[in-house]
C-alpha cells in the first residue's frame, strides 16, 4: 500500500500479485518458524523471483 501511496502503482500492483502466487497459489517455499521451514531469506529469494517472473500476471489472473 505504501509503494502505491507514494506513486508506484504499477509496482504495488505487482509485489501484490507475487505475494498472491508465492502464499496462496504456488506455496513453494513456506516459513513455518520450526527446523522443517524454510528461512526467511528463502522467501524473500522465492518472492524476488516472482517478481521477476515475466508471467507473472498470467500466473496471478489464472488462479484468482
Not at 496462496?24 to 518472492?47: C, H, I, M
Not at 521477476?52 to 489464472?62: F, I, M, N, S, T
Request: hydrophobic fraction near 40%.
Amino acid at each position: 500500500m505504501l509503494l502505491n501511496h507514494i506513486g508506484y502503482a504499477g509496482e504495488s500492483k505487482r509485489l501484490d500479485m507475487a505475494i498472491d502466487v508465492c502464499t496462496q497459489f504456488e506455496k513453494k517455499v513456506v516459513v513455518t518458524g520450526r527446523a522443517t521451514g524454510a528461512k526467511g531469506s528463502e522467501f524473500a529469494d522465492y518472492l524476488l523471483k516472482a517478481l521477476q517472473d515475466p508471467q507473472l500476471e498470467r500466473k496471478w489472473a489464472g488462479r484468482a
